[in-house]
């Protein structure tokens, strides 16, 4: 019964220290990695939405007063 109990404790012991040392790992990992994503800023984000709504090229340098013939959603837009 005392050689289960010690083979129990030894695993145990063994995965906390692997888990751990695991985690540790990618904590250094993640701390040293170059952050290749920026973050979107307000002013781009804006102009993102901006250049969504956008029908069509006329419509867009008209300031929203006359669309494309080809527009498929001048009747969508104001």
């Given at each position: 019964m005392t050689y289960v109990l010690v083979a129990v404790l030894a695993v145990a012991l063994g995965w906390t220290i692997c888990y751990r040392t695991h985690a540790a790992a990618a904590r250094v990992e993640r701390a040293i990695r170059p952050h290749t994503r920026q973050p979107i800023g307000l002013e781009?984000?804006?102009?993102?939405?901006?250049?969504?709504?956008?029908?069509?090229?006329?419509?867009?340098?008209?300031?929203?007063?006359?669309?494309?013939?080809?527009c498929?959603?001048?009747?969508?837009?104001?």
């Open positions: 781009d984000g804006v102009i993102r939405v901006a250049l969504a709504a956008a029908c069509c090229e006329m419509w867009w340098t008209s300031a929203g007063l006359a669309h494309d013939r080809q498929t959603r001048k009747d969508q837009t104001l």
